[in-house]
């Protein structure tokens, strides 16, 4: 591992990771619905977009648990629980939890499968998972200034493999087509360059935003195996479908 949440923080301080900031809030806000009086879950370094949620949903239930091998010191202060825990144990009960977010974790992880498994035993059924991870071909994977240039990084097909015994993907958005250059030119027409990147070429950008409903099974024991049973309970949607 070469990078820690110190790193990452100080990339969100730059004025680079400040559009890239504002960029993904509003991709994860623009795929949920009615989240409030909701428990909300960040697993990994999820704390910019976490707060971002606290402030426009002030009643949300929201904890955000930070993997041990993310060390580093961090100054900023939140207005919800931050604990930091093994990477692969979850210290919340089962099916507690209605919405899970991940930044910055999939990609570090060095057993991801690990990872799923304990956001499916946290999720309430009918639960969402959104994961945001670097697409494999996507050009900031190509940069080491950044986060999503370090770790692993995912095809859709290769996400897919990774959640199909746990979770169905909904819907998946590739975003982030201005390319990851400290530039003044960059500052100044990103905006423009994500419009039209959405436009002409969208499934070009450089980050995938998954959005991931829990999978709830029953045992057929003539068979020995597991049925996957949707919508088995009804929930109040949170997303955007």
């Known amino acids: 591992m070469d990078i820690n949440a110190s790193d990452i923080y100080s990339f969100y301080q730059s004025s680079l990771g400040s559009i890239v900031k504002r960029t993904v809030r509003q991709r994860i ?5 009615d989240i409030s009086n909701q428990s909300v879950c960040g697993y990994g370094y999820t704390s910019p977009y976490l707060s971002f949620l606290k402030k426009s949903h002030a009643n949300l239930n929201i904890t955000s648990l930070i993997p041990d091998f993310l060390d580093g010191s961090i100054t900023e202060k939140y207005d919800f629980d931050e604990k930091t825990i093994h990477e692969y144990f979850l210290p919340l009960d089962p099916s507690s939890v209605d919405l899970v977010v991940s930044t910055h974790l999939l990609e570090f992880v060095e057993k991801p499968l690990s990872s ?5 035993r946290i999720l309430k059924p009918n639960g969402y998972f959104i994961a945001l991870v670097p697409r494999r071909s996507g050009l900031w994977t190509r940069y080491d200034n950044n986060p999503f240039g ?3 990084s ?3 097909t290769q996400f897919k493999r990774l959640i199909e015994d746990y979770l169905i993907l909904d819907q998946k958005k590739s975003f982030l087509h201005f390319p990851p250059w400290h ?9 423009t360059i994500e419009k039209a990147g959405n436009r002409i070429f969208p499934y070009m950008g450089g980050l995938m935003i998954c959005v991931c409903k829990k999978i709830v099974y029953a ?3 003539s068979k020995s195996k597991k049925i996957p049973i949707k919508n088995i309970v009804a929930t109040l949607s949170l997303i955007h479908i």
């Open 219 to 221: 045992t057929n024991k």
């Open 154 to 156: 995912y095809s859709t």
């Open 183 to 191: 530039h003044y030119a960059n500052y100044k027409f990103h905006r």
């Open 29 to 33: 806000t623009s795929v949920l619905k």
């Open 150 to 152: 370090h770790g692993r």
């Open 116 to 120: 799923i498994e304990e956001i499916w």
